[in-house]
């Protein structure tokens, strides 16, 4: 049987056609792999904005939104399809009228090979469409950014508590072992006649708190690890090593609060990405304005047809057309009062969030401004303190003294020490949320 060319070429467009779903399917995600190795906070904080669930979903946005950009890209480009048919049939001569013609025909059999193709010339709207999508995918690639922060903020949080959680369980170790050596003392003093019965009992109960104490901290500083553990979306099971202690971190952001509000507004990707919408929204306005306008497009078919394959003939036809817009019931009219009623809403919200990420930065600095006062104050508080339970060691041991010195001692060092931690956390949370208020949490150092 011969073929066609037009049969040809439709033979060859089948098996593309048919893999272009196949080739469209995306592999399967895979599991965020574990960290060997100690991790900073710094890694952490990349760890989170990377593995993060809500950071992850985020990034899957964009990839929806710029498939929704090849649709509307697909609106301006070539449209191209084939068919074929058989069709077996009669006809009634005497339906078209002619005179002397009548009766039906005997069956016959019609081939009939098709190829159509139409291409968009100048649509206005369209391409405003094209473009509102394209700042649809710029703001969904920004909200993806904003997510990841805030994942990587939350990541680096966790890890702050945990290393809280650790060095709490150090401080009531070392007020254990403090503990300790004063009911070795107390029971000496009683078992040497020199302090009364109470000054050990005394003693016992004091280490019997602290002990309390620790046992406590150890399972906060468990449970901490698995929050950590979660917001890495890592498996409750996996063993993570922390390198940072909570010491002062450097800083390189602007610490004067307006020049953090002006700094967070050029940084801050939620803004960014509002500015987007907002743009995306003015677009889509202007896309059904330019529905007034007309529009051009061409198109064309080939055809080849006839009542056996080796005899087909070929027929063609092309098509300018010039589409003036004149009246749909005023529907258009409806659209551009929605859709101008919806900027008019972005435009709000990307004015409130203006004022949100301001007001953000200006807190975030302050804040910082306070938490490393509180270190110092804190750090002066655990000197004096640890200053006076020496002495009251030594005035017990002199036997000047009973154990309600040392006890109350003790109680001020641990609380000094808790007071340490807690300042030292709340730096390193104000840090951490400052660099994320300024919209620069992967400068972070």
Do not use: C, W
């Amino acid at each position: 049987m011969r073929r066609s060319p037009l049969h040809v070429a439709l033979l060859a467009l089948t098996p593309l056609m048919a893999a272009a779903p196949a080739a469209a399917q995306q592999p399967a995600a895979q599991p965020p792999a574990a960290p060997t190795g100690p991790i900073t906070l710094l890694q952490a904080i990349t760890l989170g904005r990377s593995q993060g669930v809500n950071a992850a979903i985020a990034q899957l946005n964009v990839g929806t939104a710029n498939a929704r950009v090849g649709q509307r890209r697909a609106d301006l480009l070539p449209a191209i399809s084939g068919s074929a048919a058989f069709t077996r049939q009669t006809v009634n001569l005497e339906e078209f009228g002619f005179p002397g013609i009548t009766g039906v025909t005997d069956p016959f059999s019609v081939y009939r090979l098709q190829l159509r193709a139409s291409q968009t010339i100048f649509d206005a709207s369209l391409i405003g469409r094209l473009r509102a999508a394209r700042d649809t995918a710029v703001a969904a690639g920004l909200d993806a950014q904003a997510a990841g922060e805030i994942a990587g903020a939350t990541a680096g949080l966790a890890y702050l508590r945990t290393l809280s959680a650790i060095e709490t369980v150090r401080a009531r170790e070392a007020d254990s072992t403090i503990a300790a050596t004063l009911l070795d003392q107390a029971r000496q003093l009683v078992g040497a006649g020199v302090s009364p019965a109470i000054d050990q009992t005394r003693s016992e109960v004091s280490f019997g708190a602290v002990r309390t104490q620790l046992e406590v901290a150890r399972n906060g500083a468990d449970r901490s690890r698995l929050d950590l553990l979660r917001a890495l979306d890592l498996p409750s099971g996996t063993r993570l090593e922390l390198a940072d202690s909570l010491g002062p971190g450097a800083l390189n952001l602007p610490l004067d609060p307006d020049s953090a509000a002006g700094f967070a507004r050029e940084h801050r990707a939620e803004l960014a990405a509002e500015r987007a919408r907002t743009q995306s929204a003015r677009r889509s306005l202007g896309a059904i304005r330019a529905e007034y306008l007309p529009s051009l497009g061409l198109s064309g078919q080939y055809q080849q047809s006839g009542q056996q394959t080796s005899t087909l003939a070929g027929s063609y036809n092309v098509q300018l057309q010039l589409t003036v817009p004149i009246l749909d019931g005023f529907r258009r009219q409806n659209r551009v009062k929605e859709q101008s009623l919806r900027l008019q809403i972005q435009q709000i919200r990307e004015r409130d969030l203006v004022n949100q990420v301001e007001t953000e930065a200006r807190q975030s600095v302050l804040d910082l401004a306070s938490a490393r006062q509180q270190v110092a104050i804190a750090g002066d508080r655990l000197r004096l303190a640890e200053q006076e339970l020496a002495q009251a060691q030594q005035r017990f041991q002199a036997g000047v003294a009973g154990t309600v010195e040392t006890t109350n001692a003790q109680s001020s060092v641990i609380a000094a020490r808790d007071a340490l931690i807690q300042a030292r956390v709340n730096f390193g949370t104000a840090r951490v949320s400052a660099y994320r208020a300024l919209g620069v949490i992967d400068q972070m150092h």
